[in-house]
């Protein structure tokens, strides 16, 4: 298992960027897939983005494509959310989860996961 903390998250007014971060722990970084979920009050675990431990590949949600921005830094063992334009339905708790392997949109193929930090849009 590797440890993932969360970082970045705050209160915004709509239109603002956040950029997210999300420190591992572990040797086996590079071999991971990770991926950005979140969760809304009321609301089931949605994927966000994820980005792939070969060749990088990223996949986002529909809701945020075009304005979401997902990358890693195997050097550094982080992985980042850059979330521009950002708008109140977007208010969650961000998520950041590993697992070892090929990428997958769905939060329970995931066993490492993040505390969470809270990014909240006003109006």
């Known amino acids: 298992q590797v440890q993932l903390v969360e970082s970045g998250g705050g209160l915004v007014q709509a239109g603002d960027s956040l950029r997210l971060a999300c420190a591992a722990s572990?040797?086996?970084?590079?071999?991971?897939?990770m991926g950005w979920f979140r969760q809304a009050p009321g609301k089931e675990r949605e994927f966000v983005a994820a980005i792939a431990n070969g060749d990088a590949s990223t996949y986002y949600a529909d809701s945020v494509t075009g304005r979401f921005t997902i990358s890693r830094d195997n050097a550094k063992t982080t992985v980042y959310l850059q979330m521009n334009s950002l708008n109140p339905e977007d208010t969650a708790v961000y998520y950041c989860a590993a697992r070892d392997g090929a990428v997958y949109k769905h939060y329970a193929f995931y066993r490492s996961w993040g505390q969470g930090t809270q990014v909240t849009v006003s109006s």
């Open positions: 572990g040797r086996t970084f590079s071999s991971y897939s």
